[in-house]
Every structure is written in C-alpha cells, then in structure tokens.
C-alpha cells in the first residue's frame, strides 16, 4: 500500500514538472509570459519565504536522489 502510494506521487510529481516544462517551452516560443516571469517578482517581494521554499525542496530532492543508507533500496540491502 505505501509503496503504491509513492510511486503514485512520484509520477504526479514528475508529471506536473513536465508540463510546467512543457509551458515554459510552449510560453518563450509564443512570446507569452513564462512562469520565471512570475515567481521572480515573488521571489523579490518575499525573499524569506522564498529561501525557505528553496530549501525544502532542495531536501526533498536530495532525499529522493540519495535515499537511506540501508533497507529496500539500498545497494547495502536490508539490515
């Protein structure tokens, strides 16, 4: 069951940032807004928050990428 469910979220997760891809691509060549257009103006607005955003994302990759150091998929197996 919570294998399941994190494999869901991971491909919602990796769906949504396809298609945020896909309309910054379609957006710079349109000439329309892309997205940087309107977080960059937040971002100077509410530099804290988004420090703090910067942050907790940057965790929550790098706990995706690098995983625990044991258990079912680690190259070490389980302990």
């Known amino acids: ?3 399941n469910l994190f494999s869901w979220t991971v491909t919602a997760l990796f769906g949504v940032i ?3 891809l896909a309309y910054e691509t ?3 060549l349109t000439n329309h807004a892309p997205i940087t257009d309107f977080i960059r103006p ?3 607005s509410y530099p804290g928050i988004g420090l ?3 942050v907790v994302i940057g965790i929550m990759i790098g706990h995706f990428l690098w995983g ?3 258990g ?3 190259p070490e ?3």
């Open 1 to 3: 069951m919570i294998g």
């Open 18 to 20: 396809t298609l945020l």
């Open 26 to 28: 379609w957006a710079l």
């Open 42 to 44: 937040a971002v100077h």
């Open 52 to 54: 703090v955003a910067a």
């Open 68 to 70: 625990p150091a044991y």
């Open 72 to 74: 079912r998929t680690s």
């Open 77 to 79: 197996g389980m302990k």
